[in-house]
């Protein structure tokens, strides 16, 4: 009987754990497809207005005076700003410090105080090449961040190094013989929601163009382009890019078929996403390894990288849309002086 008994608390005891994962009912449920395609979309007020509260932007500085003598023409050595005037300048500087230096450095972060053209700081030439990005990310790839646009707090958040990055990772290794390489999958990763499914998608397919496909284009097995590697490595990235955005896969597909292009419109936008993510690792950030110190470096020599998360941070538009670009339009494309 004690023994029953046990085993019925154990029982509660058990599935209450079991449960804890699971969110406070009631979730809502939102219609977004066409009636009788059961494309709902779930969601969890509590959760999504906590994920509001917690991606506000600081305020904007107040606007700087875009009249004078133009940046370049007034410092030394100006490779990316020149067309700002000097109010601009300093305003565009001061955000930046507020965006991601740590408050006791201020200015002396990125510069030698003693003589603010210095480059010797690696953190000042790493700034300048992500002046060149965040200004390409808002010019060059509209088709993703539209007139909403990115400045450095997108990513950065306020600190020195962006919190949600990837690296080349391995995974654990297994117990020996064949399974002492695990190919980086079959544990539960919590970079793709915890399932055994590769856990790095990220380098084939976020800074290499991997393919992102599972259907195949052909009728027989023979010639299917397609493998089980292709198919694993999508479902990871698609898990990844549900979390990153915090949506579920119906926010993009019409999960009657999930390879056709005339379901939601978020899908085409995710499609230039994807492409905006690999030139960024790949023009701008996987290039800085030969700058950062050795510290930044991961296990296997690399320096970290961005994915959704790092600009979305579960949310469906990086900071519920707030309009960065309009606020700084200084990070856009350079401007004629008035
Ligand atoms: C995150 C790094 C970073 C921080 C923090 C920073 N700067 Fe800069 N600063 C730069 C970069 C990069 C340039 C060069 C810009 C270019 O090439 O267009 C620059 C250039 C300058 C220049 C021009 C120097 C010259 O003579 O050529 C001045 C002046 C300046 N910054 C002032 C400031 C002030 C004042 C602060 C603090 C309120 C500050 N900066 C904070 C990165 C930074
Ligand atoms: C698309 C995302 C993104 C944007 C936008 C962005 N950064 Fe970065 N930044 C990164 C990543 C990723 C790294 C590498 C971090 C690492 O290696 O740990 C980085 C590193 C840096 C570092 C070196 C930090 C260190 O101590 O190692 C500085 C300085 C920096 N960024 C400045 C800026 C400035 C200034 C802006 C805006 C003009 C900006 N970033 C915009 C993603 C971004
Ligand atoms: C933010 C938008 C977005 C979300 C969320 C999303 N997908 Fe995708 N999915 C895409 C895009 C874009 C592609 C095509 C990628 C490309 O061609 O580069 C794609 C491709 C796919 C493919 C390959 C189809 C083919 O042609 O073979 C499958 C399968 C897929 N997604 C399944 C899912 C599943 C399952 C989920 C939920 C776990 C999901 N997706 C969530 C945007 C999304
Ligand atoms: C550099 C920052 C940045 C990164 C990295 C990024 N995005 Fe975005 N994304 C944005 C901005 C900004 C918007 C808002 C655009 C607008 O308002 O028109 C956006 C919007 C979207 C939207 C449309 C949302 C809606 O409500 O219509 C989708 C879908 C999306 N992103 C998917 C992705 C996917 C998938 C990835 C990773 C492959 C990604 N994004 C990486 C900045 C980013």
């Given amino acids: 009987m004690r023994s029953a008994s046990t085993c019925l608390t154990a029982l509660v005891l058990g599935s209450a754990l079991f449960l804890a994962g699971c969110e406070?009912?009631?979730?809502?449920?939102?219609?977004?497809?066409?009636?009788?395609?059961s494309m709902g979309s779930v969601t969890n007020p509590r959760t999504l207005e906590m994920?509001?509260?917690?991606?506000?932007?600081?305020?904007?500085?107040?606007a700087a005076d875009p009249t004078g003598p133009r940046a370049s023409t007034i410092y030394q050595n100006v490779k990316v700003l020149g067309d700002l005037s000097e109010g601009e300048f300093i305003r565009l500087m001061a955000s930046m410090t507020e965006w991601l230096a740590p408050p006791d450095q201020s200015c002396a972060y990125c510069h030698n105080v003693e003589n603010m053209a210095d480059e010797s700081k690696y953190q000042f030439r790493v700034a300048r090449q992500m002046l060149i990005m965040t200004r390409s990310l808002n010019t060059d790839w509209k088709s993703h961040v539209g007139e909403t646009g990115v400045t450095c707090y997108t990513c950065h958040r306020g600190n020195?190094?962006?919190?949600?990055?990837?690296?080349?990772?391995?995974?654990?290794?297994g117990a020996g013989g064949f399974t002492a390489s695990r190919q980086g999958q079959n544990f539960a990763a919590r970079a793709v929601g915890s399932t055994s499914l590769p856990n790095d998608p990220f380098t084939q397919l976020l800074s290499y163009a991997g393919e992102i496909r599972v259907n195949t284009p052909t009728a027989l097995a023979a010639g299917n382009p397609r493998t089980i590697q292709d198919a694993e490595l999508t479902y990871s990235l698609m898990i990844h890019m549900s979390e990153g955005l915090g949506v579920n896969c119906t926010f993009c597909h019409n999960s009657q078929n999930f390879g056709a292009w005339n379901g939601p419109p978020q899908r085409a936008t995710a499609f230039h996403g994807i492409r905006m993510v690999r030139d960024i690792n790949t023009r701008h950030v996987q290039p800085l390894a030969a700058i950062l110190p050795p510290e930044r470096l991961g296990p296997e020599g690399d320096n970290a990288k961005v994915f959704c998360t790092t600009c979305h941070q579960a949310q469906p538009k990086p900071m519920g849309g707030a309009p960065m670009l309009r606020d700084y339009p200084e990070l856009g494309a350079p401007r004629p002086a008035p």
């Fill in 24 to 37: 406070r009912p009631p979730p809502a449920a939102d219609q977004i497809g066409y009636r009788g395609t």
């Fill in 160 to 173: 020195p190094q962006p919190q949600a990055t990837f690296k080349l990772d391995p995974g654990p290794r």
């Fill in 51 to 62: 994920r509001e509260a917690a991606n506000q932007p600081p305020e904007a500085q107040p």
